[in-house]
């Protein structure tokens, strides 16, 4: 059992910044993915950044360049550094542990229970 909780979600104009912390506690699989996933309303949720257990990260590209994804083991947090937001980027952002790589609208692994982050034009 794994359990996550995010925080830092809020209201930021666009060009402005914002940094999600998602704390987690559990059997954390080094085999899967800390990601950061969003879903804007009346969407499908989409994948932001992962990050797998060697370090390795990735991006979508709608975040590549602005969005950046850091875990620190020691303190069992994720953390997401948003820059350049966008009004395209609102959206309810979920922190997980899951098979890395695979659709985030599966259903599968842990999940948060969501920060929303809205941002205005």
């Known amino acids: 059992e794994v359990q996550l909780m995010e925080s830092g979600g809020g209201s930021v104009q666009a060009g402005g910044s914002l940094k999600l912390s998602c704390t987690y506690s559990?059997?954390?699989?080094?085999?899967?993915?800390m990601a950061w996933i969003r879903q804007a309303p009346g969407k499908r949720r989409e994948g932001v950044a992962a990050?797998?257990?060697?370090?390795?990260?990735s991006y979508d590209d709608s975040v590549k360049g602005r969005f950046t994804i850091s875990k620190d083991s020691a303190k069992n947090t994720l953390s997401l550094q948003m820059n350049s937001l966008k009004p395209e980027d609102t959206a309810v952002y979920y922190c997980a542990h899951r098979r890395c790589y695979s659709d985030p609208n599966d259903g599968s692994g842990y999940w948060g229970q969501g920060t929303q982050v809205t941002v205005s034009s």
């Open positions: 990050i797998d257990g060697d370090g390795n990260t």
């Open positions: 559990g059997d954390i699989w080094k085999s899967y993915c």
